[in-house]
């Protein structure tokens, strides 16, 4: 399936492989931006990002405010010149299939497995928007996972 982040460069989403910590922005009922840093793993060919979180988390009640099919978010990360932000519509994820699946993929892009959490959820974003701006060198300080 062709989807928005599959439209850029190569090296757009080696950049959404490699370590990097990333921010999520959610917007809280009155309208203002709430943005944490958080883990984000992209799934390429369905279009989609993961967030694996607590349900009792800020982000989360941000989501369920919002009417259904209108949360609208976006994750970015940044290394020195390199950035690319992902915008989309946000549902929050609870099944246990999902959940793993976020987790496993969490494992894979940095290099650790996080601790079983029974709060655990999956913000799940559905890709509208890709932009960035990644063909540029790497930064010295950029810790790529094995």
């Not at 090296?11 to 999520?24: A, D, I, M, P």
């Not at 894979?108 to 655990?120: I, L, Q």
């Not at 928007?129 to 300080?141: E, F, I, L, N, Q």
């Amino acid at each position: 399936m062709r989807t928005e982040i599959n439209r850029q460069s190569d090296g757009y989403l080696e950049f959404w492989n490699e370590y990097h910590l990333c921010t999520l922005t959610t917007l809280r009922p009155d309208g203002r931006p709430h943005v944490v840093p958080v883990g984000v793993t992209v799934d390429a060919d369905a279009g989609t990002a993961l967030v694996i979180t607590r349900k009792s988390s800020k982000k989360v009640a941000n989501l369920q405010a919002a009417l259904p099919g209108q949360a609208r978010v976006a994750v970015c990360q940044v290394d020195g010149g390199r950035w690319a932000t992902l915008e989309g519509t946000a549902e929050v994820r609870t099944h246990p299939a999902a959940v793993n699946d976020a987790v496993v993929r969490y494992g894979k892009r940095y290099g650790r497995t996080p601790a079983p959490d029974p709060e655990r959820v999956v913000i799940e974003i559905t890709i509208d928007r890709a932009m960035g701006h990644v063909d540029v060198p790497k930064s010295k300080t950029t810790n790529a996972a094995a």
